[in-house]
């Protein structure tokens, strides 16, 4: 059984401080990995693609231990805007049935 | 550019009601379309996807069913709904058979 697994939270974070959240996924089998974010009520949306060992992107940094069969997400210098449900997807290839979604980490910034 | 468009945002309907809910791709050309299904306390369920015109894949048993009937535009249908048919449902697009997926604004369905 493919899952991908993420600490709901929430996770309340001063505005300004560095957060890390991992996803862990059982199949070893899955090649890429993706991070989306989703607000409240509203669709998600795309943050990172990681196809390799990382992906950096401004203050958001992903990384990929294959080994341990875990990504993480770090976010430095939180903004309010931040505040978000971060769904973690692992792709074992194969086409749409290959993408396994997280339930997401809730992430609040508070003031 | 790209945008995906889904209707109706909001649905309330009774039990046995049939369900209707459309979703059109404009700005690229034989995309990939999904349909996912996001319940509280879940995550996404993919119910379809379509690969091209009239094909359509099935993930999970159910009474829903899923049309292509023109290149970017993706229909989801019932014909008697159940009260665990509520939930949140996502059209997406990608390119190709990839993680990278595009959603719409999402359609809120409220089975009573």
């Known amino acids: 059984r493919k899952e991908v697994e993420q600490d709901p939270g929430p996770f309340n974070v001063p505005e300004g401080a560095t957060v890390a959240f991992n996803c862990t996924y059982s199949n070893s089998a899955s090649q890429s990995f993706f991070w989306y974010r989703q607000d409240c009520r509203k669709e998600p949306k795309l943050l990172m693609s990681?196809?390799?060992s990382g992906n950096e992107d401004g203050r958001f940094t992903a990384q990929l231990n294959r080994a341990s069969q875990y990504i993480s997400l770090l976010i430095r210098d939180s903004k309010l805007s931040d505040s978000a449900t971060y769904l973690c997807v692992a792709d074992s290839g194969g086409g749409a049935d290959g993408l396994t979604f997280g339930k997401g980490t809730h992430l609040i910034i508070q003031p | 550019s790209q945008t995906i468009h889904q209707w109706p945002a909001t649905l309330v309907q009774p039990v046995g009601s049939p369900l209707s809910l459309e979703c059109t791709v404009e700005?690229?050309?034989?995309?990939?379309l999904y349909w996912y299904r996001q319940a509280a306390g879940r995550g996404l369920q993919l119910l379809f996807y379509s690969v091209g015109i009239g094909q359509i894949s099935s993930e999970v048993p159910q009474n829903l069913s899923a049309s292509r009937p023109q290149d970017r535009q993706f229909i989801l249908s019932s014909k008697k709904l159940l009260l665990s048919d509520s939930g949140f449902y996502l059209c997406?697009?990608?390119?190709?058979?990839?993680?990278?997926?595009?959603f719409g604004e999402g359609s809120r369905l409220t089975v009573l």
């Open positions: 700005g690229t050309s034989n995309p990939n």
């Open positions: 997406a697009w990608s390119w190709g058979a990839n993680g990278e997926l595009f």
């Open positions: 990681v196809y390799s």
